[in-house]
């Protein structure tokens, strides 16, 4: 399961942790959002040491469509209706900030990093009322937007939502870059974070690291409380095929109903992505085999060069969460929570949390704050959410099917060594995984995604 962008990287090489040491900041995640806080709080004149459990680069970030896009699907109507136009506005805001800055650093940087500028569509072939919506509600909020009905796919559709000004590039390429600059310890893995001090456990030993500031940016927070980040949002799992041969779009293209497809090039080679469920749920359809389907009706003759499949951590109320953990720990804060939207998400992340440990005011703290309470946008998810953990926490646990080749077919088995829930065995992937919080693991309980720190026992 090899993404695009693993089979085109040369990744570098950083040490493990071998001694105790101090600094102004520790970021926790050698991800896209780790790597570009550290840079920014280097920038600052911090010190500050990146620890990363395995390679950096090889979590989400090396299984994105890496679409740089202020465009997250039909979200402006969504957060008008939700927040009110101006943080609505403060969102688009945010992002088209990101933007701007990722070509900034690239081009004053000169990182060959495949960056192409491109406009990105949320299309319909379901009727236009939602899209033309979107693009009303997307001008209100200072986008350029528009609504078009010709498109560059393969298949008619009723209308797009259109955002010019747009970008793509070739994620780990851009990291590795900026990366070459830090210090940065691998196969260096947290175990527990104590106020200004971490514990690192690495093939060596035991080591501590002291910090003024400690970030987390794990993808999925590791501290389960305080934050309690848990009961706030669930992980959703999605799906790629990376086609070859394939005549290059100059957009980006993401559908508006659940039953579609996302579409980007790198060269001659397309991504088309979708077949999303919630992470764990049970499924008669294999992701692969729908997108493969699917490419063959829109391309013929095409080939597949890689398949891959991602998380995204989903937040009950549509915000991610970017700022401090909680209010017992003013020093430790968080980046999670990034729905589909990780590149400029790792981007606002990064420039609000070096703001804020910087003593600089940023103007979306608020807008972002993990201390925020939306319990309108909120209810509806927490609900559902607490309603599978239940389910998945005590009642399967009755129904436990014997042998683990009996429970695979069966569907559920093992226990999550996060917080005790039932595991689903997942046909497309070969997986275990976690209906409650997310945590994958191999077909023989080796840890693939957290919130678990560590393998299941099968």
């Known amino acids: 399961m090899e993404s695009i962008w693993l089979k085109e990287y040369n990744a570098p090489e950083f040490p493990s942790l071998d001694r105790d040491l101090e600094a102004d900041a520790a970021v926790v995640g050698g991800g896209l ?7 920014f709080l280097a920038e600052h004149g911090k010190r500050v040491v990146i620890l990363e459990g395995r390679r950096i680069g090889l979590g989400a970030t090396a299984y994105t469509t890496a679409k740089i896009t202020s465009q997250h699907g039909l979200c402006y109507a969504k957060l008008i209706r939700n927040y009110g136009q101006e943080r609505a506005r403060q969102y688009a805001k945010a992002n088209q900030k990101a933007i701007k800055s990722y070509q900034h650093i690239i081009e004053s940087k000169h990182i060959d990093c495949d960056y192409l500028p491109a406009y990105a569509d949320v299309y319909s072939i379901h009727g236009t009322d939602n899209v033309r919506e979107e693009a009303e509600a997307a001008r209100i909020c200072g986008i350029d937007a528009e609504f078009v009905t010709d498109t560059e796919l393969p298949f ?5 939502v259109r955002f010019s000004g747009q970008a793509q590039f070739h994620p780990l390429k851009f990291l590795s870059s900026l990366a070459r600059g830090l210090e940065i310890y691998e196969h260096s893995f947290v175990t527990d974070v104590n106020s200004h001090r971490l514990t690192v456990k690495t093939d060596e030993g035991e080591y501590t690291v002291k910090a003024q500031d400690i970030v987390i940016a794990t993808h999925y927070p590791m501290i389960n409380a305080p934050g309690f980040y848990f009961t706030r949002m669930h992980q959703s799992l999605s799906y790629v095929l990376a086609l070859k041969s394939v005549p290059a779009l100059n957009g980006m293209y993401l559908s508006a109903g659940e039953d579609g497809f996302s579409f980007r090039s790198y060269g001659d080679t ?8 919630r992470t764990g749920a049970r499924s008669e359809i294999n992701g692969y085999e729908q997108l493969k389907e699917a490419a063959k009706r829109f391309f013929p003759g095409t080939e597949i060069a890689a398949r891959w499949s991602n998380e995204d951590s989903m937040p009950h109320d549509g915000l991610p969460f970017i700022g401090r953990y909680s209010r017992a720990t003013p020093h430790i804060y968080v980046a999670s929570g990034f729905q589909k939207w990780g590149m400029t998400t790792a981007m606002i992340a990064a420039m609000m949390l070096s703001d804020e440990i910087s003593d600089i005011t940023n103007e979306f703290e608020g807008l972002f704050s993990p201390r925020r309470l939306h319990i309108a946008a909120a209810a509806g998810p927490f609900f559902k959410d ?6 998945n926490l005590i009642f399967k646990k009755f129904m436990r099917a014997g042998t683990l080749e009996e429970e695979k077919k069966k569907g559920f088995g093992p226990t ?14 070969q997986t275990w995984d976690c209906p409650c ?12 995604n957290n919130p678990a720190k560590k393998g299941m026992d099968i």
């Open 33 to 39: 959002a780790g790597i570009l806080t550290a840079y």
């Open 156 to 160: 008619a559709v009723d209308g797009s």
């Open 270 to 277: 397309l991504l088309i992505g979708g077949c999303g469920h």
């Open 386 to 391: 607490m309603g599978i953990t239940l389910q």
């Open 416 to 429: 999550c060594p996060h917080l005790g829930c039932t595991m689903t065995w997942n046909e497309t992937d």
């Open 437 to 448: 919080h997310g945590s994958r693991f191999t077909a023989d309980g080796s840890i693939i």
